[in-house]
């Protein structure tokens, strides 16, 4: 059974940085394709970044050139470093995983296991 830990999650203020990370569990991490997604209050939860096991990455328009998906198959984690935080970017993110699949998805059925969510919140 695949389990995600999400960690880094945080207050700052606009403008500013966050890593997230993710542990994973599992010896065929390096098989999975992995994303970040996030559900701000009141709203759906919503695709953020993925990346495919050969490391390629997408990245929804809002967070193009602003955010960075990352993965150390070595150590099983993924990262999320996060500059120029909005207040907009307040939510609750989740680390999400499709164990044997390479390409990466933006459709949140497409994921088979998720972790718990760490809160970031970004001040105005």
């Known amino acids: 059974q695949v389990q995600l830990v999400e960690s880094g999650g945080g207050l700052v203020e606009a403008g500013g940085s966050l890593r997230l990370s993710c542990a994973a569990s599992?010896?065929?991490?390096?098989?999975?394709?992995m994303a970040w997604f996030r559900q701000a209050p009141g709203k759906e939860r919503e695709f953020v970044a993925a990346?495919?096991?050969?490391?390629?990455?997408d990245y929804a328009d809002s967070v193009k050139g602003r955010f960075t998906i990352s993965r150390d198959n070595a150590k099983n984690m993924v990262y999320l470093q996060m500059n120029s935080l909005k207040p907009e970017g307040t939510a609750v993110y989740y680390c999400?995983?499709?164990?044997?699949?390479?390409?990466?998805?933006?459709?949140?059925?497409?994921?088979?296991?998720w972790g718990q969510g760490t809160q970031v919140t970004v001040s105005s």
């Open positions: 999400a995983a499709r164990p044997f699949y390479a390409t990466m998805m933006r459709r949140e059925r497409e994921y088979d296991s």
């Open positions: 599992g010896r065929t991490f390096s098989r999975w394709a």
């Open positions: 990346i495919s096991t050969g490391g390629s990455a």
